[in-house]
T-cell receptor, first 113, second 106 residues
Framework: EAQVTQNPRYLITVTGKKLTVTCSQNMNHEYMSWYRQDPGLGLRQIYYSMNVEVTDKGDVPEGYKVSRKEKRNFPLILESPSPNQTSLYFC????????????FGPGTRLLVL | GENVEQHPSTLSVQEGDSAVIKCTYSDSASNYFPWYKQELGKRPQLIIDIRSNVGEKKDQRIAVTLNKTAKHFSLHITETQPEDSAVYFCAALYIFGTGTRLKVLA
């Protein structure tokens, strides 16, 4: 089954404790991205990747890191989480090209205390 | 960069009525405009999209129109049903609007 998976789905952590949210897709998509969703702000892009070893900042990259060592995986890293990173995070993937729809993962709800 | 504005932020309609959500974009080079529906607690899912070489596209009760000159596009839902209640997002390629919470009243 074609899908995008994320882990964990829910996470409660404390300020400053490094964490990683994994994202994996089995559709051989070149393009992957991370979004955060906050009430009234919609979906804001954090980072994206056009292909292996190619990543770039989205609209709200501060406090986040990503890596793309393999085509199927695109982890999101919070080196020192802060309470303002409490949010709902979505990973998405698509075929590379300017007209392809994105497939979203199930979301990760993060609470930083 | 691209900027997408979406209105209204909330919309309540009676079951059976139509609902219209409007979006504007800033980058005239944008050429792909998807619409996503997000039900409560779920991920966004594509419901319809339109490419810049057409002005209108319809899929059963859902239609999208695009005005490239004015840089705006709209989602139209006719004969609304309670299961249409959700948050709808427009996008210009990978840049999203802020969402519209649609509530269909039975």
């Amino acid at each position: 089954e074609a899908q995008v998976t994320q882990n964990p789905r829910y996470l409660i952590t404390v300020t400053g404790k490094k964490l990683t949210v994994t994202c994996s897709q089995n559709m051989n998509h070149e393009y992957m991205s991370w979004y955060r969703q906050d009430p009234g702000l919609g979906l804001r892009q954090i980072y994206y990747s056009m292909n292996v070893e190619v990543t770039d900042k989205g609209d709200v990259p501060e406090g986040y890191k990503v890596s793309r060592k393999e085509k199927r995986n695109f982890p999101l890293i919070l080196e020192s989480p802060s309470p303002n990173q409490t949010s709902l995070y979505f990973c998405a993937s698509s075929l590379l090209g300017r007209k392809e729809t994105q497939y979203f993962g199930p979301g990760t709800r993060l609470l930083v205390l | 960069g691209e900027n997408v504005e979406q209105h209204p932020s909330t919309l309540s309609v009676q079951e059976g009525d139509s609902a219209v959500i409007k979006c504007t974009y800033s980058d005239s080079a944008s050429n792909y405009f998807p619409w996503y529906k997000q039900e409560l607690g779920k991920r966004p899912q594509l419901i319809i999209d339109i490419r810049s070489n057409v002005g209108e596209k319809k899929d059963q009760r859902i239609a999208v129109t695009l005005n490239k000159t004015a840089k705006h596009f709209s989602l139209h839902i006719t004969e609304t049903q309670p299961e249409d209640s959700a948050v709808y997002f427009c996008a210009a390629l990978y840049i999203f609007g802020t969402g519209t919470r649609l509530k269909v009243l039975a």
